[in-house]
Nanobody, 126 residues
Framework: VQLQAFGGGLVQAGGSLRLSCAAS????????MGWFRQAPGREREFVST????????AYADSVKGRLIISRDNAKNTVYLQMNSLKPEDTAVYYC????????????????????WGQGTLVTVSS
């Protein structure tokens, strides 16, 4: 079982990036997916989550209206489109998977996710 995140890089404030996270070794369509981030000296924090079917999403207040999560279950991939980036968005971004047990359709709780990717660094310059 593996999650591999990629697409990070250096971008100027106001710019855009698209992160991708490819899953292997699991039945992707049965997993809730989430994006989290960790800035230097700070704890890992929730960014966005999407239900297993892709019909429900949630975002942290700090990214609402700027970041968009989506998934393609045929490609076993979840995406994070990042627009209007700010220097405070600088962090290592992680994708994570949580098995959908039929209760809550998505999760904002870091500790509920069972599988984590290796992270991809996003740096936003001012």
């Amino acid at each position: 079982v593996q999650l591999q995140a990629f697409g990070g890089g250096l971008v100027q404030a106001g710019g855009s990036l698209r992160l991708s996270c490819a899953a292997s070794g699991l039945t992707f369509s049965r997993y809730i997916m989430g994006w989290f981030r960790q800035a230097p000296g700070r704890e890992r924090e929730f960014v966005s989550t999407i239900s297993a079917s892709g019909t429900r999403t949630a975002y942290a207040d700090s990214v609402k209206g700027r970041l968009i999560i989506s998934r393609d279950n045929a490609k076993n991939t979840v995406y994070l489109q990042m627009n209007s980036l700010k220097p405070e968005d600088t962090a290592v971004y992680y994708c994570a998977a949580k098995y959908y047990s039929g209760v809550y359709v998505y999760s904002t709780n870091t500790y509920e996710y069972e599988i984590w990717g290796q992270g991809t660094l996003v740096t936003v310059s001012s």
